[in-house]
């Protein structure tokens, strides 16, 4: 039976009842047995109106809390996408983590798709953002990469929602990874740096990482999706990703395509050592044997395209995407984009708080 909340989860709330000195300790969390239950009630297509129609009032009352939330916290907020499979030990990973850590000293406040990989790494860079150097930071990293990749648990189910046996192991994976987390969280402050994060139980099988301290989880992807990306107001940052990734990063261009003053442009940032975002991925027979994805020539040409008019000047564009859309692991660079376009940003923000999407100057009802 789905239970509507009155404010966002804690980790707390999703990961209550794991064991992890059990072997199957990781589907016994509160946050499994609800994603058990949304598989065998259909999934992403719900397999009757009372379902259906009790998770739209799930997803509303997120919503509404989520909008409390950010109402309450009053800070620029940033989002961090990227991929779920980024090992904690891949040098990317401890990159991401050092960002947010930076950012978060900065008082912008970070959002991620709750997620492992680059998700995971930009909370834990929150949640260690009080110490007054990386050393904690760098503990837990050590900790956590003792088991560096989450494991795959998609077609979990027999027929009768219990697990294969042919997964077993990876639950029992599942528990190593989660139980590691755990041993990193507790070495953070009891009480941790503010940090959001907006999951789904559509991936609801990949282990819930605990260092966020509030987590709008939706049923729907679609609606977890818009707020994730809408919600990002002051820039999205775009570690190393996959398809997801590429989801949100053309949801970002949409709504930068349509901005009718130069000042609206929301900040893309591209961010990772080895230019991923500017690679051609050199392919083999069955793989990349260099991974890469080349989106910088397509976007800056998309943007350039969709922007330019006769009250926006190319000249005045190219100035503009010079300063917001940028490929850089430069922190200082980074976090100038950011503030530069912070008080834009929660302009916007407050407008989508008060209920006047009419005055949101990247709202697509606006769009021409």
Same mark, same amino acid.
């Given at each position: 039976m789905t239970v509507i909340p009155h404010q966002l989860y804690t980790s707390d709330d999703l990961l209550g009842g794991f064991n992890p000195w059990d072997t199957m300790g990781y589907t016994l969390s509160q946050d499994f047995a609800i994603y058990r239950e949304f598989v065998a009630n259909g999934g992403p297509l719900p397999a009757s109106l009372a379902v259906r129609a009790a998770q739209a009032e799930h997803d509303a009352a997120i919503a509404d809390a989520l909008r409390i939330f950010l109402k309450t916290v009053q800070r620029p907020l940033v989002g961090i996408m990227g991929g779920h499979s980024l090992p904690r030990n891949h040098a990317a990973y401890k990159a991401i983590a050092y960002l947010a850590r930076d950012l978060a000293r900065e008082q912008f406040l970070l959002v991620t798709g709750g997620g492992p990989g680059?998700?995971?790494?930009?909370?834990?860079?929150v949640a260690f953002s009080s110490s007054k150097d990386t050393g904690p930071l760098d503990e837990a990293i050590g900790v956590i990469s003792a088991?560096?990749?989450?494991?795959?648990?998609?077609?979990l189910f027999e027929k009768g929602w219990t697990i294969k046996k042919d997964k077993l192991d990876a639950i029992a994976q599942a528990r190593e990874w989660l139980k590691v987390a755990l041993e990193a969280r507790a070495k953070a402050p009891a009480i941790l740096p503010v940090s959001l994060a907006i999951p789904t139980w559509l991936y609801g099988a990949e282990p819930t990482m605990p260092f966020a301290t509030h987590y709008a989880k939706y049923f729907q992807n679609s609606l977890r999706e818009e707020a994730l990306v809408n919600n990002s107001r002051a820039g999205i940052i775009y570690g190393r990703g996959g398809g997801g990734t590429m989801r949100e990063i053309f949801q970002d261009v949409e709504r930068n395509y349509?901005?009718?003053?130069?000042?609206?442009?929301?900040p893309m940032i591209f961010f990772d050592g080895d230019d991923f975002w500017r690679t051609e991925a050199e392919m083999g027979p069955t793989g990349a044997n260099k991974p890469g994805i080349l989106v910088e020539p397509m976007i800056r040409h998309i943007l350039t395209y969709g922007i330019t008019s006769p009250a926006k000047p190319k000249d005045a564009v190219d100035a503009s995407l010079l300063q917001k859309l940028l490929f850089?692991?430069?922190?200082?660079?980074?976090? !100038?984009?950011?503030? =530069?376009?912070?008080?834009? @940003?929660?302009?916007?923000? #407050?407008? !989508?708080?008060?209920? =006047?999407?009419?005055?949101? @100057?990247?709202?697509?009802? #606006?769009?021409?």
């Open positions: 680059v998700m995971e790494a930009a909370h834990l860079g088991v560096p990749t989450a494991p795959s648990l998609d077609e349509y901005v009718k003053k130069l000042d609206e442009l929301t850089t692991t430069d922190h200082a660079a980074i976090i !100038a984009a950011l503030r =530069e376009h912070a008080e834009k @940003a929660q302009t916007n923000l #407050n407008y !989508a708080l008060a209920a =006047e999407p009419l005055k949101i @100057a990247t709202l697509r009802m #606006n769009r021409r």
